[in-house]
């Protein structure tokens, strides 16, 4: 559905001419903005006084929910930072379009999230063309600001300068969860390797797992997502690098690795076998669920924390369903490892075009600096006290069980956190379901087996100017060697392919950019 | 002299010109002034620059398009989704309209023509996902009829040869009816006499469709088929892009598609612009071609 939403924004800007009136506008001056940014010069300068009327803050942010959230939350934040607050929700599914075509015609709110790592790298280059505020000399003068932890900063700076805030994520939550009712019932045990999980994948279609008699179940459910899916994952089971690795000194991108081709391999052999969905490159992430949590298959890759919601789901369908969750599967090499995230999730970068002094600036690290007291980062992360959350044994909170209701109500604002768990010492969760208690401690394991995306804080041009599009030759030729269309020959045409379209300038780039580095 | 004669007309009838204003001033805001923006796509264009402030780097991204592998590809398919428009879209509203023309039940013909209108008011979103319901391979009532008789299921979604017969099956599911109002009204206007007269001579139906309702329609066909030539490369973005996947983008990918990648999905602004503004040159010259082609044929044409 959110393609929808996507193509009616896109409608606007479809035909040239169109596009070229929004951005014949911008040229003429940014008058979108400013009437907030005379008020916000108004009243920058002493951002903490009670007393002065409420600082007006535009922000703009990517929402998760279907339905734009309640704003009792908002009510609540503003009241305590002494703000006038305006966020602009975008559906998550059509927030980089929106980022761009409000960045083309000038009309960026004065706060924006970047929504994660790819977006951010593409906005390198306007970040270089001083069109963001450097935020690195300030960030000493706030109290929580400055205990974010360096290392992260580091990892969003461009050319060691820092523009942007982050917000903290695990640095990986990948793993596998699947039926455990079902694993018991065929004896199996939790797998270990990559054969193990394809056992276990086997059985699940052939061993008649849910017991009617009918051979209508199948293993593996994927969508059309080749990182956040089941692909990424399994490939790091497989020892393959995290978008980038070093062979023989020298950076080239995964696919270039023998890894990822047996990866390839290891899929083309359930989707011949039929152990995953068959129309898996055109599935919704919805579909995807639906098909675990309909009882049709038995096991889900990709964040370990959906079991939680996979389990209420499910549970109301089939009251006998059961999850388990499992990682450190090790490959044929006899290793396992994880991709990660390099320490941060969302970001937030503050546009010059709405954002026109100094004291304006302050006055706006003073709202997320307060976003970082522990008061306020409850909050936006759990929402109110006995409404949305209890305080249970230990301190520790247990969140509503009506999940329509803090859908609606408080999820939406955990987009607006800052900082996390490691830098703010905040409220942490209790789990119920011993299945997410276990996910969770997965999480932290994962830490020991992490695999580094290599060009996290390194820099080059053509990647940020045809990467994405590159991206989806490899992406193409990816899904169609699974599919059989494709064999190594052909896959490997493909990558010569990426290579000549810009792909070597990028290996070049990148080599230049490590060896400046070191 | 003239000058003063036409000054003259335009005071004496000047609320109709007044009328006039409205439509001029939507042409002059949206259609002409935005031609300014093509500008851009002769510039490495920066947005935060501006237009007077960007580079001028002449036919570079021209250029691009030009040697850029995926060009001819995605050439090929608009031209074909667009042929396949006009040789099987296109006849299926008139026939549509003759048929029902011919319905003498009335409550049963405006029944009929209800439920092919409603389509229509259905975003392609729920059609693409209507007919992926029923196509895909995990329990989509078409192969599993396929599998219930004993033939092999067809993977719909994910293959090349699938997606044109898909792509055109959904456009008639759901513009047909749509298209038949202009020529019902058409054909709503032809002289009864006519028909009366080519009874009594002894015609049968399709002695009448062929020698009167099909001629009598002519000059409205041959102007809607101008129309949609006009519309040549507009095949639906949503749709197409809907439809498109790994697996099909050789045969799928289309100026529309395209344009949404490179431009919104990455920035690249004054490249996508180039891309639109070649598209509607092609588009620019059919409409010209088929125009004139009308005229040849003694018909009048839309200008």
Known sequence: MRKKQAATTFRVLCTTTLAGCILAGCASGSGVNEGSATSGTNQGGAPTSETQAPFKLTIMTNLHTPEVPTDAIEKMLEEKTNTDLTINWVPD????????????????????????????????????????????????DYPNLSKLDELVVKNTAVDGKTYAIYQERPLSRQGIIFRKDWADKLGLAAPKTTDELYNMLKQFKEGDPDGNGKADTMGLTDRSDLVYGAFKTVASYFGTPNNWGLADGKLQPEFMFPQYKETMDFFKKLYDEGLINKDFPVTSKEDQQNLVITGKAGMYIGSMADVQSLHQKTVEINPNALYDVANHISGPDGNAGIWSIPGYGNLVLFPKSSVKSEEELKSILAFFDKLMEPELANLVKWGVP???????????????????????????????????????????????????????????????????????ALDSKTFGLKGVELQQIINDATYRYILGNLDAAGFDGEIERWKKGGGESIIAEYNESLAKSQ | MKKHDLRRRIMKNKAIYLMILPGLLYFVLFKYFPMWGLVISFQEYRPYDGILGSDWVGFKHYQRLFTEPMFWTIFRNTIILFLMNLIFFFPVPIILAILLNEVRLQA????????????????????????????????????????????????????????????????????????????????AAIDPQLYEASRMDGANRFRQIWHITLPSIRSVIVILLILKIGDVLELGFEHVYLLLNAMNRNVAEIFDTYVYTAGLKQGQFSYSTAVGFFKSFVGLVLVMSANWLAKKFGEEGVY
């Open chain 1, 386 to 456: 006995d409404k949305h959350y209890t305080i249970v044994e230990g301190g520790l909170v247990q969140k509503a069980e009506d999940t329509k209701m803090t859908d609606r109500e408080q999820k939406p604002y955990e987009i607006l956190q800052v900082g996390g768990e490691s830098t703010i010492d905040m409220l942490r969760a209790y789990n119920k379901l011993p299945a997410k208690a276990k996910a969770e401690e997965l999480i932290i394991e994962n830490n020991s087996m992490l695999i580094n995306d290599p060009t996290a």
């Open chain 1, 93 to 140: 599914g059509s927030y980089e379009e929106k980022l761009n075509s409000s960045f083309a015609t000038g009309s960026l709110p004065q706060a924006v999230y970047m929504k994660n790592q790819t977006t951010y790298i593409l906005f390198r280059d306007a970040i270089r063309n001083n069109q963001f505020w450097e935020i690195g000399p300030f960030i000493k």
């Open chain 2, 108 to 187: 049963f013909k405006r029944f009929v023509q209800t439920i092919v209108y409603i389509p229509h008011f259905m975003s392609w979103v729920i059609i693409v996902s209507i007919s992926f319901v029923m196509v895909t391979m995990d329990g989509g009532m078409i192969n599993e009829g396929l599998d219930a008789m004993g033939m092999q299921k067809i993977n719909f979604l994910l293959s090349d040869e699938w997606f044109r017969p898909m792509y055109i099956v959904q456009v008639i599911w759901r513009e047909a009816g749509w298209g038949t109002i202009v020529y019902l009204a058409a054909i």
